[in-house]
């Protein structure tokens, strides 16, 4: 089956620093979708991606479907400390009706 | 809207006991997804719904394991019976197909099976 590869696994920077992440997968995805999940909720949207090379932003978040459809990456600018959680990553096929899940990034963001 | 609501929020139970979570989605919603999630597993998806019929059910465990959807607005994932394993944290999530599968989670279950 389909495999998301996330990295880093966690990250620990200081608030004000920006934050690159990645997910990778061995097939292509037609929708890549980044979610945060904050300590003890449920996952929550971020940024939706739907073409291959888009760019799309979110505030302080910006997210890329890489060209090849087999990758995107999530950016956070000047971190502050609600930053904190885990982020996910999840690809789509179109009308698979099912999103696969990256294993997450855990952030830390110290003041 | 409330979204998600799941229930209980936390579920303590002894091996070998029943237990039942409880999910109502966004109305208006008509995609329903039950995920587990673990340190060791992540968010595993382990079955999918449309219109309250089940789609994919290959997620799920073995067969102490059944969900169902009887309306639009109620589902449960039921285990009988409870083991250790099983301990995780459980969420519902729902969309609306056609709109490329924004989801929106609950607040999740959390179960500890003794």
């Known amino acids: 089956g389909q495999q998301l590869n996330q990295s880093p696994q966690s990250m620990f920077i200081q608030e004000g620093e920006d934050v690159s992440m990645n997910c990778t997968s061995s097939?292509?995805?037609?929708?890549w979708l980044w979610y945060k999940q904050d300590p003890g909720e449920g996952p929550v949207l971020l940024i939706a991606l739907y073409k291959a090379g888009e760019l799309t932003s979110n505030g302080r978040l910006t997210a890329q479907f890489g060209i090849t459809r087999k990758d995107s990456f999530l950016n956070i600018s000047a971190s502050i400390p609600s930053d904190v959680g885990i982020y996910f990553c999840?690809?789509?096929?179109?009308?698979?009706?099912?999103?696969?899940f990256g294993d997450g990034t855990t952030l830390t963001v110290k003041p | 809207d409330a979204g998600v609501i799941q229930s209980p929020r936390h579920e303590v139970t002894e091996m070998g006991q029943e237990v039942t979570l409880r999910c109502k989605p966004i109305s208006g919603h008509n995609s329903l997804f039950w995920y587990r999630q673990t340190m060791m597993r992540g968010l595993e998806l382990l079955i999918y719904f449309n219109n309250n019929v089940p789609i994919d059910d290959s997620g799920m465990p073995e067969d102490r394991f059944s969900a169902k959807m009887p309306n639009a607005s109620f589902s449960t994932l039921k285990i009988q019976p409870s083991e250790p394993r099983d301990s995780a944290v459980y969420f519902c999530?729902?969309?609306?197909?056609?709109?490329?599968?924004?989801?929106?989670f609950g607040s999740g279950t959390q179960l500890s099976v003794l």
């Open positions: 097939s292509i995805f037609n929708t």
């Open positions: 999840a690809g789509q096929l179109s009308n698979a009706g099912k999103s696969t």
């Open positions: 999530a729902s969309s609306f197909l056609g709109a490329n599968e924004k989801l929106f």
